[in-house]
DNA sequence: TATGAATGAGCGTTCATTCAT
DNA sequence: CATGAATGAACGCTCATTCAT
């Protein structure tokens, strides 16, 4: 009996994880179709084609179009945002700078293994429609929050000059997400010398212009 | 046969610039539409609607939609790049920081009397298709180019410090539009402070962050 | 410039009749079909065939397959009440029976002419969905309602015996549906005495059975 | 031998018993959503999850969601027409009109205690295709059939006036179906006094309007 | 026998574009 | 030149049925 039990629930299980395996298909053909085309342009034609299953299949793993892309959104945001740590202070707590560093070569290199991201997050998913954009807005904030709390503590401890720090915070982002087009979305995925791109980054964001 | 010659030219001359007038209107109609539900949420009635104009008559006037967007965006580069001006330098010029001053603020006040402009380029523009898309990185890649040129400028003159041009004229654009995406897009109009906007934008991009 | 305004004039009005014309060929198309496969099976395609217009043409002129069924059932219902009439009593009336005689006769004439109305309303438009079903009840309510006016007329008159007049009046509506639904719905069309239906009809009303 | 197949006979016919128990609870729940909710608007869905069994099961038990509805037309007639008695004449037969008044009283009991049969058999029943209506015509004309009869032989009796038995027929049945409708799919089930209703029927079939 | 993932024909609807008047 | 009725390709989605496990 206890067999029996366990043999079903290994059954189960096994199907789930098929289950589990498809969605993830599915989803990565629909990243890759998104990342292409954009949203309008991808049909659940081009999915379903791509991906090798029926019509209805698709809709078994998805609510609509639109829920696809929303989870493909998220899973983005997730991915991207486990890669930004806010900056620590303290005794034992290395050198900011060092700190900013770290996250930037952590991003870049999530974004090098993930071409779509990029192409997705500035490109396919502006200006779906303003629940979409309240989400990217949403996302870009959080980001734009840690960035203004981060200024704030370096205006504390004397490093950053007196400024409006979500003036400050924004501008670097503004930085980041420009650079980011560039290497990722514009540029050919070959020779890109990210470490200088993001030295570069650091650079104009702590000094500036100025000699 | 002069004297009816001159009348037809007189009557075409009248009718080319009615055409001209109508076909401004259903611009400046379609521009005010665009921005406000982006480009795929926007349909044809929606333009000949507010237009007062018939289906047929639109297609008098503009190939397509794509047409017409096509247009639109182009009436937009126009609009602000002639706001944009190269540095000058010499013994008549005014001091390069004061030049930059005066061309943000330029900016701002176009953006600020057309509040569709930054709308249509941020986010209802982008992602449409590629050529759309190539067509605005050709729009910024102009700005850009000019903000590299400035930077090589000032590296001879030795008020800007060794660093690459391209990456940190890249951060200055993208930290520009960051502040007017934040300013025109997702702020509610009242109550903007522009002058400390750009103030802010341009000690940032001297100064960096630190002391 | 009179002249102008009235071709003008009359150019719409013209172009406002040829638009009725289709419409209602457009409907009547959709009763016959409606009528032999009932509002389920009927697609758009059918009756898009039917009537030898694009799909998108349809669309034109009805705003859903709701609603061209929903402004068949509003036509059929109007049809058939403007032959119902209430009864009249007083010095200058016919005599009541002679009233029902009359109004039996004007129903049946109707419905030999138009041979969907009775199939629609009797099959096809049963059990659709909640609010079609709310439809005909308020139609039938007020054919029930007038069947209960006139029976307590008739009580009042002394004519009609003591008895529940909401049932009665039940009572002779059904009767009257289910000789209409033999006569029209399951019957060929060919050798019908109506005259003799509506007569035994009115007989069974009034007499009941009993000797 | 003899007795392994016994044992096997026993097993096979306890499988029988239970396949029919369980066909015969998916056929119950069948009938109340379908009662609910009409035949289109159902959807194997609802009656898998309403029954607790899985989609393949359903197959197994029923060719097709026409077939299930089919027998459950077939048990509703089944059901009803039992209700219903010949009237019997001669020595020992208690009088007509007490056998009618036993059969309606009969007949609304029933309904009383099933008010899915009404619904289904007036409603949802009604104008799914041409072969189920042709079903219901049936059942409907076997009632027909028996009160022609009871009406012929009320003639020979005389008991009932000279008429056109069928017609006569069809205005019973018609009084009834509309009653039973009015009583079991539009009123609430409270407060309703079906003997009054059943009284009211009986006298407006023999007696009419008339005093 | 029981399961439920997979299927795909079919549906109602939209909307940019055309063209006869 | 101006009109607006007509077009039809394309889309997202549903759901009864099948079949490998």
């Known amino acids: 009996m206890a067999r029996y039990g366990e043999k079903a629930d290994g059954r189960v299980a096994r199907a789930q994880k098929a289950r589990e395996q498809r969605r993830t298909?599915?989803?990565a053909v629909a990243r890759r179709i998104f990342a292409d085309k954009g949203y309008h342009a991808t049909s659940i034609d081009d999915i379903i084609a791509a991906a090798g299953i029926?019509?209805?299949t698709f809709y078994l793993y998805f609510e609509s179009k639109r829920a696809i892309f929303d989870e493909l959104l998220d899973e983005l945001f997730t991915t991207l945002q486990a890669q930004v740590r806010r900056i620590e202070?303290?005794?034992n707590a290395l050198p900011p700078v060092e700190q900013m560093n770290a996250t930037v070569d952590r991003v870049?290199?999530?974004?090098?293994e993930n071409r779509e991201v990029p192409r997705i997050l500035l490109r396919e998913a502006v200006g779906i429609d303003d629940e979409f954009d309240a989400k990217l807005e949403q996302f870009y904030g959080r980001i734009e929050a840690l960035l203004t709390s981060a200024v704030l503590t370096g205006q504390q401890m004397n490093l950053v000059r007196p400024c409006d720090a979500g003036m400050v915070a924004r501008c670097?982002?503004?930085s980041a997400k420009e650079l980011v087009h560039w290497a990722f979305v514009k540029q050919e995925p070959d020779a890109l010398d990210l470490g200088h791109l993001g030295r570069e980054l650091i650079s104009f964001t702590l000094k500036g212009l100025f000699q």
């Open 108 to 112: 870049m290199q999530t974004l090098a």
């Open 172 to 174: 670097i982002l503004g």
């Open 54 to 56: 029926a019509r209805g």
């Open 89 to 91: 202070v303290g005794p």
């Open 25 to 27: 298909a599915v989803l």
